[in-house]
């Protein structure tokens, strides 16, 4: 298809975030179409309008809007002082260089497709006005703007489509995917029409819907309307370049266009889907941010380094992680972005080791490698692949993935992602096998992802034996090191413990967190659970044992050892001594009750 031959258009937009660029590169890739300009409206709202905006909230809301507001300023700026840790500009080249067909901003669009954007500021000027015009565009793409005036949309020949994330008209407004979830609808839809006069109220060119999943948060339906606006936008503009698209009008309807929720109806939603519980606190995120920002900018975080340094400290910690993707928001989850943040943060200030290495000087009785770091994940997860490991590799860190071999290849989801809005993909043989390549290792995390504490004595024996096969077979090489699924305490026997010896691995790690010594017993090394919500200080702060968690444990534990101190001068029994342990020892857990079967593989 020649040029003069293509559907001219032109995007109207007011948003600079990835999803918006992801569909303008999809419009950008289309044959029949040609984008001769973005024109960005990023204008921030006069003096005047954001006061009008206060008021109209105080009066909807009261006076704790107010605070609410400075609240989130606060939040903003200690996140701003948190994030100046580790070189922003270094995380960006790290994204780059790992996947550099990722296109992040509207002006690395402009640049690697070669179309102008323009800044016009306020997309109803005379001036973006004339810039629209002197494009001589056939259409006009108008996404997450202001609400547009006809001197505007009215200038491309066939005037301006919107792309609405909402079913019309019965979700005018905004904000996309809230106010189907507060309804408790089964769906949620995307809208694509004519603009006009009115608030979402032109002729319909195109729609469909997705399915709302019972744990859907506003946050995963949103992204799950993402990316159908951007397919069916695709489609649409194909129809307008065939000259087959067809328009019809609204029904008619007396419902009001949607506003944004109050903050009370954004919390009763979190506490309906089950997500209150996992969000922290507003005032806690403050008050630990503030403890950590102090710890580091006073100096005490190097001071607390430099004095392990001195004293040679014994000591090396091992990160899990499960799954790296922007699919989702959960305690397993971590962002494409903030996983390069954490890769920068340990590359800044830590030696990335090997699991080998570590497990080498426990089993030596040599002291660990200097503020080390190991980074492991745990379960099938195909994103430790395609991005974790493309991550790591750039960042020239050595990781290991602790494989479920039952899952490799297959459709199974695990138990715990049963309320799982977004269907989480596994590893393929091949990529289990390319992740050799990329500096990982791999482990055992049994066949089916089962419970060692509670299951059958039988299912153990086949459970560990097993999936060490099966993972040599496909790696081909020794799978030396198995974590044990949940990984917490009462998740395994020391029974197991002695089967796990017997089929030949060298080492066992478990989840429910602390660090690594040379002292270690090699079959319970405990690893530190991180996901998203850890920011790059966060982490610094939970490596070197200054988190809160860390610092409020260590508080109990020596509070509970006085008590147990006091009670003893007295003769008496301390009622804390038999519950004060956070953290039992291994030989705490019970035993398996029956022996090895005589016909059970042997060890390789």
Not at 410 to 434: I, K, M, Y
Request: hydrophobic share 40%; with cysteine.
């Amino acid at each position: 298809m020649q040029d003069q031959k293509k559907l001219k258009v032109v995007v109207l937009t007011g948003i600079d975030s990835a999803p918006a660029v992801s569909t303008f590169l999809m419009l950008a890739r289309l044959p029949e179409v040609q984008v001769l300009a973005i024109l960005s409206d990023l204008e921030r709202p006069s003096f005047k309008k954001r006061l009008s905006n206060l008021r109209r909230n105080v009066r909807r809301e009261g006076l704790g809007y107010i605070f609410s507001r400075l609240g989130d300023a606060a939040v903003v700026l200690l996140d701003n002082l948190a994030a100046r840790v580790i070189s922003r500009q270094e995380v960006s080249e790290l994204l780059r260089r790992s996947f550099p067909d990722r296109i992040s901003s509207l002006a690395d669009l402009g640049r690697r497709r070669h179309i102008p954007v323009h800044c016009v500021g306020n997309l109803n000027s005379p001036a973006a006005a004339e810039t629209l015009r002197l494009a001589d565009a056939d259409l006009g793409i108008v996404f997450g703007t202001r609400i547009l005036k006809r001197s505007t949309f009215a200038i491309p020949r066939l005037g301006c489509i919107n792309v609405h994330k909402g079913k019309v008209p019965e979700y005018r407004g905004m904000p996309p995917g809230f106010w189907e979830l507060w309804e408790g609808q089964k769906s949620a839809g995307v809208t694509i029409h004519v603009v006009d006069d009115g608030l979402d109220t032109g002729a319909i060119v195109g729609e469909d819907t997705v399915s709302i999943h019972a744990q859907d948060s506003v946050e995963t339906l949103q992204r799950k309307l993402d990316g159908l606006a951007a397919e069916l936008l695709a489609r649409c503009v194909v129809d307008y370049a065939k000259g087959r698209v067809s328009q019809r009008p609204q029904p008619p309807t007396k419902q009001r266009p949607r506003t944004s929720p109050t903050r009370a109806q954004r919390r009763e939603l979190e506490k309906r889907i089950g997500l209150s519980v996992e969000k922290q606190r507003r005032t806690s995120y403050i008050l630990k941010s503030l403890i950590y920002l102090t710890a580091y900018y006073s100096g005490l975080f190097h001071l607390v380094r430099a004095i392990r340094g001195l004293r040679g400290v014994d000591r090396a910690c091992v990160l899990l992680y499960h799954r790296v993707n922007d699919l989702t928001d959960d305690a397993l989850t971590t962002s494409i972005e903030r996983f390069a943040a954490h890769m920068v943060a340990i590359r800044t200030y830590y030696s990335g080791v090997p699991t080998s290495r570590l497990v080498r000087a426990i089993q030596s009785d040599k002291k660990l490698p200097r503020h080390s770091v190991a980074i492991h994940f745990d379960d099938c997860y195909r994103d430790v692949f395609t991005n974790a490991s493309s991550l790591m590799a750039q960042a020239g860190l050595p990781g290991t993935a602790f494989v479920s071999s039952g899952f490799v290849g297959t459709g199974r989801g695990f138990a715990h992602d049963a309320g799982c809005p977004v269907t989480q993909e596994n590893l393929a043989a091949e990529q289990v096998r390319a992740l050799l390549g990329r500096g990982f290792d791999i482990g055992s995390h049994t066949v089916n992802h089962v419970d060692l504490g509670q299951c059958s004595d039988e299912t153990a024996l086949n459970e560990v034996f097993q999936s060490k096969k099966d993972l040599e077979a496909l790696a081909g090489k020794p799978v030396r090191w198995i974590s044990y699924p949940f990984g917490r305490v009462e998740n395994i026997r020391a029974g197991v413990v002695d089967l796990v010896r017997e089929a030949g691995y060298e080492a066992m790690f478990a989840a429910y967190g602390g660090t690594v010594t040379g002292s270690d017993d090699c079959f319970h090394l405990q690893r530190l659970g991180i996901s998203g919500q850890y920011r790059a200080l966060d982490l610094l702060m939970e490596i070197e044992g200054m988190s809160v968690a860390t610092l409020h444990h260590c508080w109990e534990a020596g509070r509970r050892g006085f008590l147990r101190r006091l009670l003893a001068s007295f003769g008496q029994r301390s009622r804390t001594a038999a519950v004060s342990e956070l953290q039992r020892p291994p030989n705490a857990v019970k035993p398996l009750t029956a022996v090895r079967p005589a016909n059970a593989p042997a060890a390789d």
